[in-house]
């Protein structure tokens, strides 16, 4: 069957393929029996040598040998009094050389419906019933084309000579006719159709309103870490955003282009308080953990500056803070406890920021779910922080049977909510790669004839319609856009409409403002999503930083950088990056939990405690840049019955210091005893580890120390004893053999003489002290 169909498309070019000339109804007369005839004989000697052909053809036949490309059609919508030029190139695809050759121009029949439209892009072959005559006088001669080698084409025209007579938009197909060796007779080799949308004048009817949105988003590139200096130094993850914003560079190149365009700005605050952090000093986080100095910037000074520039006199709508994933949020998140919570404060956010960077009051009663795809329970969480406004887009809230017709955007969904609905042809209209012009030129070429084909459907009726492009557009993307809105600057059927002004126009009747139920959303999306894990991390961290603020004395120098950060984790931007978006929130909580750590109880040694009672001490060092309060430092005894301690102590502490707290102790018995410090915040909550050290208890009791003292009195009077002993006989007489009868030291053995007075010898007595009976003071303060 594939053999068959290539014998009918060989036939179909010989006879019916690229005539220089068109015959006369006459000659077309009295050529049909012959050409019938010729039929049937060459049908016949086709099929039955069908059998012998090879299964497949090595190279493209027929008009598929040549392929052509459209680079630049220009005035992209001609009027009458234009002269129209249309440049590209051939390719000699196949592997015989082509002759005789030249490219032409053919204009096709008017198209009737949006889906014609459609159509266009993705024909292929050549059709002589609708894509018409060549237009005579109008060809250029193309040298000898060897296989592989290309040749570019410029063809010039005034407008007039296409013969149009109706507005509307018509097929220009642009094809090289020529010679093969094994074909040597003039046909179509090779066709490109492009369109045209004509309309030279206003026309009678109503022009269309057309809002267009431009994006100003980008990705994260601020981490959550700061260098630990008193300026806070910000670190990004790369320093790609310099690359954007140079000139030449994407977000460079979307402000210079949508300075002079009717548009409405669609910014995320995240990026103006990004590059506004590159106006002054920042590091560049290295893959070894290091860090290096950005050089961004002047860069980043002059991209403010111009966006500045080109924001004046124009709407300018905020999204919340880090463009949230509002899906991710509403199928994921909301039953995360807390998780929604962080919308209200990025919408707020959103507003002080661009109105302080950029000096303009922004709009932030729009949200934007990520490509326009909504339903009831995303509508709920974009509407939960005060957006009432939700764009969507019609491929999402379609309209009932498929209709054609094109309604206008603005839908009232109840609840007092507005869905402002994009027209999905449009929006997805520059989504390829532009890079190639043949691409980007049909892109405009088809975003001007749908506009006009919108127009067309219900001229009388004066519709709004949105166009809500990708979010962010590539260099060329952009320049495409550009290129398309400047086709329509002469207002024929169109007219620029900001945004809000579109929430205010009257909907249609019959538009669909049924949201469609969760079950509806694409799954090429959901399964895009940030997972329910990225919540619960965020979640984490917003806990840890909850209860890290409230030791702090300067907590913005927290709660900004790491609140930012938080809303940064739930970016659309980190869609179809799951890892990237894991390892992102993994190091925003390390980098927290190491920064409540320099907050922390200095490691004890065990330590003995002698006496009754004493003091410990116990050290907590702050490593911090600022000082801390509100916390207490308590210790616990594993045995009180042992060893008893006093319950807490404030702490305050100056940044870089450290601060060594006395605890009063009491003995009660001997032994080891476990005590455990700790910190509390000043709601209760345990900040840090414990901290667990060993006390050994050596205490005295007084019976103890009565018993010495006894021990240590008699030993003093036997010494005094023997000292007068030995003192007396030194002195007694010579004969005598001991003292007198009846004494030790004097005559009544009492130490006096017989008169009752002291005795010489025993007049000085050594006074010992008296053995005390009080509790022995406070022992010695226990050291680390």
């Known amino acids: 069957m594939a053999e068959a169909a290539?014998?009918?498309?060989?036939?179909?070019?010989t006879f019916q393929g690229t005539p220089q000339e068109t015959p006369s109804a006459p000659a077309r007369r009295r050529s049909r029996p012959l050409a019938v005839l010729l039929t049937g004989v060459l049908f016949f000697l086709g099929l039955t040598q069908l059998p012998a052909a090879p299964k497949a053809h090595a190279e493209p036949i027929g008009s598929r040998t040549v392929g052509v490309s459209v680079d630049s059609l220009t005035p992209a919508a001609p009027t009458q009094g234009d002269k129209i030029t249309v440049s590209g190139t051939v390719t000699n695809n196949g592997r015989s050389v082509i002759t005789g050759a030249h490219v032409g121009l053919r204009v096709g029949s008017l198209l009737s419906t949006r889906s014609d439209i459609d159509d266009i892009a993705g024909r292929t072959g050549y059709s002589p019933s609708s894509d018409g005559g060549e237009l005579s006088g109008h060809t250029q001669k193309i040298d000898k084309l060897a296989p592989g080698v290309s040749r570019e084409f410029s063809l010039s025209l005034p407008a007039k000579d296409l013969g149009l007579d109706k507005d509307g938009v018509y097929p220009l197909g642009v094809t090289l006719s020529g010679q093969t060796?094994?074909?040597q007779y003039d046909r179509v080799l090779g066709i490109k159709r492009t369109l045209l949308p004509w309309q030279p004048s206003s026309g009678e009817g109503k022009k269309t309103q057309l809002t267009f949105l431009w994006p100003l988003i980008s990705s994260t590139h601020l981490t959550g870490h700061t260098e630990p200096d008193q300026q806070q130094t910000p670190i990004f993850r790369n320093d790609d955003l310099t690359a954007e914003l140079a000139p030449g560079g994407r977000l460079q190149q979307l402000v210079a282009?949508?300075?002079?365009?009717?548009?409405?700005?669609?910014?995320?605050?995240?990026?103006?308080a990004t590059a506004e952090a590159?106006?002054?000093?920042?590091?560049?986080?290295?893959?070894?953990?290091?860090?290096?100095?950005?050089?961004?910037?002047?860069?980043?000074?002059?991209?403010?500056?111009?966006?500045?520039?080109?924001?004046?006199?124009?709407?300018?709508?905020?999204?919340?803070?880090?463009?949230?994933?509002?899906a991710s949020l509403a199928h994921r998140g909301k039953d995360v406890p807390g998780a929604l919570g962080h919308l209200q404060p990025a919408t707020e956010l959103a507003a002080t920021t661009v109105d302080t960077i950029l000096g303009v009051k922004p709009r932030t009663d729009f949200s934007w779910p990520v490509d326009g795809a909504v339903d009831s329970s995303i509508v709920d969480v974009a509407t939960s922080a005060g957006a009432h406004n939700v764009i969507a887009r019609s491929d999402s809230l379609r309209e009932p049977g498929g209709s054609p017709y094109a309604p206008t955007a603005a839908r009232q969904i109840g609840g007092g909510n507005t869905a402002v609905v994009a027209d999905a042809r449009l929006s997805t209209a520059f989504q390829g790669d532009m890079t190639r012009a043949g691409d980007a030129s049909l892109a405009v070429q088809q975003f001007l004839a749908q506009s006009l084909m919108i127009n067309k459907q219900a001229p009388e009726n004066e519709r709004s319609i949105v166009v809500a492009p990708q979010r962010m557009p590539t260099t060329s993307q952009a320049q495409t856009m550009a290129a398309a809105l400047r086709g329509l600057s002469d207002g024929r059927w169109t007219q620029p409409l900001e945004l809000g002004?579109?929430?205010?126009?009257?909907?249609?009747?019959?538009?669909?403002?049924?949201?469609?139920?969760?079950?509806?959303?694409?799954?090429?999306?959901?399964?895009?999503?940030?997972?329910?894990?990225?919540?619960?991390?965020?979640?984490?961290?917003?806990?840890?930083?909850?209860?890290?603020?409230?030791?702090?004395?300067?907590q913005d120098r927290a709660v900004t950088p790491f609140g930012n950060t938080i809303m940064r984790e739930m970016s659309s931007s980190w869609r179809g990056d799951a890892g990237g978006g894991a390892a992102f929130r993994g190091g925003v909580q390390s980098y927290l939990d190491d920064l409540t750590k320099k907050v922390q109880l200095v490691k004890k040694s065990d330590a003995t405690l002698s006496g009754r009672s004493a003091t410990i001490p116990v050290t907590v060092r702050n490593g911090l840049l600022q000082g801390i309060t509100g916390l207490r430092l308590e210790l616990e005894s594993s045995q009180p019955n042992r060893l008893s301690v006093d319950k807490s102590q404030p702490i305050k502490i100056e940044g870089g210091h450290s601060q060594t707290v006395k605890f009063e102790t009491r003995a009660y018995a001997n032994g080891p005893v476990k005590v455990t410090a700790r910190l509390y915040t000043a709601d209760n909550q345990q900040y840090g580890q414990d901290m667990t050290f060993t006390v050994q208890v050596t205490s005295i009791t007084p019976i103890v120390l009565l018993v010495i003292a006894v021990g240590v009195l008699l030993l003093v009077l036997a010494g005094l004893r023997i000292y007068l002993k030995r003192k007396r006989s030194g002195t007694r007489p010579a004969g005598n053999d001991?003292?007198?009868?009846?004494?030790?030291?004097?005559?009544?053995?009492?130490?006096?003489?017989?008169?009752?007075k002291p005795g010489r010898d025993g007049a000085h007595t050594m006074d010992t002290g008296t053995p005390s009976g009080e509790q022995s003071g406070p022992g010695e303060k226990v050291e680390h």
Do not use: C
């Not at 126009?505 to 509806?520: C, M, R, Y």
């Not at 001991?738 to 009752?756: H, I, K, Q, V, W």
């Open 278 to 326: 590159m106006t002054k000093s920042y590091h560049v986080a290295g893959p070894d953990g290091t860090t290096t100095q950005g050089h961004g910037q002047v860069i980043a000074k002059q991209w403010l500056s111009q966006l500045q520039n080109a924001v004046a006199g124009h709407e300018v709508v905020a999204l919340p803070f880090g463009d949230p994933d509002l």
């Open 6 to 13: 290539d014998f009918r498309e060989r036939f179909q070019e």
């Open 181 to 183: 060796a094994d074909q």
């Open 257 to 272: 282009l949508g300075k002079d365009l009717p548009v409405t700005w669609v910014v995320d605050p995240d990026l103006l």
């Open 738 to 756: 001991g003292p007198p009868a009846g004494s030790e030291g004097g005559p009544d053995g009492d130490g006096n003489g017989d008169d009752g």
């Open 501 to 554: 002004d579109a929430t205010k126009t009257k909907p249609d009747p019959a538009a669909n403002q049924q949201v469609p139920g969760p079950g509806s959303y694409p799954a090429a999306l959901r399964a895009q999503e940030l997972p329910s894990q990225a919540f619960q991390d965020i979640q984490v961290t917003q806990t840890t930083l909850d209860r890290f603020k409230t030791i702090l004395t300067s």
